[in-house]
């Protein structure tokens, strides 16, 4: 039986690391292979954590092997936990990189641990930089022997920063593990919501680069031409929430929008994809995205822009709506949506087929042939 250790964030962390390093340890223990998941003890220290907490309340999952090692940054469990899987003698050693932050600490383990690794690059560019980021990324680049890129966009930087031979691109996968969709009745229900309105869902942590003021001034047109459209946005805000409450306040639609502000916990994420009819990411820039990846799986369609990586995983007109970042065209999409249930079928449908081609089995076929190819 093949070993594999994962180190990175899970349980009790949480977030989208977190449930991606979940996800795909159970994967691999589906494919026959012991799995060990090496956690923080502290991930970030509280002054450089934008949210409210970092952890969740919900249990572990039993079926996994967790242990919290890794102290982020205290140099001494940087060693100690490389010497931890030496002693393990995995076959592979899995870990991620997302925010030049913790690369000192990732980079060292890897470089330390054993010459069989891969990086998977969420983002290799922090979509909200600051000073010595470069110098940071350049270092862990050096410590990591393969990646894998869930975005061509991410490919691209890598080669810009450092072009290497054993870059692979795996699109992000579907995320399968929040529950099956539930009737609308029962999920607008659950969310105290009214079920005689069409709800457009803006989900997830929410940061500057994500385009919410986009979505919002979009909405300023929509509520002219359809009041029964409301923006349900839930997610926890890690930007100034009072510059949007202003925003709504003076665009005057505040009838519009619905606010749960909150991190939403993982068994109640089925409830807001079920009860919305579409899936906005408006954003200014971005690589990859979970939040897409989730729509997919419970064939919601999709409005995004034109950035990034978004546009390589839909297809206009085929699985939603592709816009340029410009509120004008968004309201034009979201409008062009309500008024065509023939197209909403039609999403749906095609998103269905869709999710199969981003499966958590084809992601480990695309790890296993670059890792243990002949």
Request: net charge positive; proline share 5%.
């Amino acid at each position: 039986m093949k070993t594999l250790v994962i180190v990175g964030p899970a349980h009790p962390y949480r977030g989208g690391i977190a449930s991606f390093n979940e996800r795909l340890a159970i994967e691999f223990q589906n494919q026959g292979w012991k799995v060990k998941l090496i956690t923080f003890t502290l991930q970030y220290p509280s002054f450089l954590f934008p949210g409210k907490d970092q952890f969740h309340d919900g249990p572990k999952p039993e079926s996994l092997d967790i242990e919290r090692k890794l102290n982020s940054i205290n140099p001494i469990t940087w060693f100690k936990t490389a010497a931890h899987i030496r002693s393990l003698k995995p076959d592979l050693v899995i870990t991620h990189f997302w925010h030049p932050y913790l690369g000192p600490a990732l980079g060292n383990v890897l470089k330390k641990s054993i010459p069989q690794n891969i990086t998977i690059v969420h983002n290799l560019i922090p979509h909200e930089r600051k000073f010595g980021d470069g110098r940071l990324i350049k270092k862990f680049i050096s410590d990591s022997s393969r990646y894998i890129a869930l975005s061509q966009k991410v490919v691209n930087d890598l080669n810009t920063l450092s072009p290497k031979e054993h870059t692979t691109y795996a699109p992000h996968p579907v995320y399968d593990n929040y529950g099956e969709l539930v009737p609308k009745h029962e999920a607008v229900k659950k969310l105290k919501l009214s079920p005689d309105h069409k709800y457009v869902l803006f989900f997830g942590l929410i940061r500057a680069y994500k385009g919410l003021d986009l979505l919002l001034d979009a909405f300023a047109n929509v509520k002219h031409q359809d009041k029964k459209i409301k923006l349900l946005i839930a997610g926890e805000f890690y930007d100034d929430q009072n510059k949007y409450l202003q925003q709504i306040k003076e665009l005057g639609i505040q009838d519009q929008v619905i606010l749960h502000d909150h991190f939403i916990p993982n068994d109640q994420v089925k409830y807001y994809f079920s009860a919305c009819d579409l899936v906005a990411q408006t954003y200014h820039r971005a690589t990859q995205s979970g939040i897409m990846q989730i729509a997919i799986q419970f064939e919601k369609p999709l409005l995004v822009t034109n950035v990034g990586g978004l546009k390589e995983i839909i297809q206009d007109g085929e699985h939603g709506y592709i816009t340029e970042v410009d509120s004008l065209k968004i309201t034009e999409a979201i409008s062009d949506f309500f008024d065509n249930p023939e197209k909403q079928n039609a999403f749906s449908k095609n998103l269905h087929i869709l999710k199969d081609k981003y499966s958590w089995t084809s992601f480990y076929e695309k790890i296993n042939s670059i890792t243990f190819k002949a």
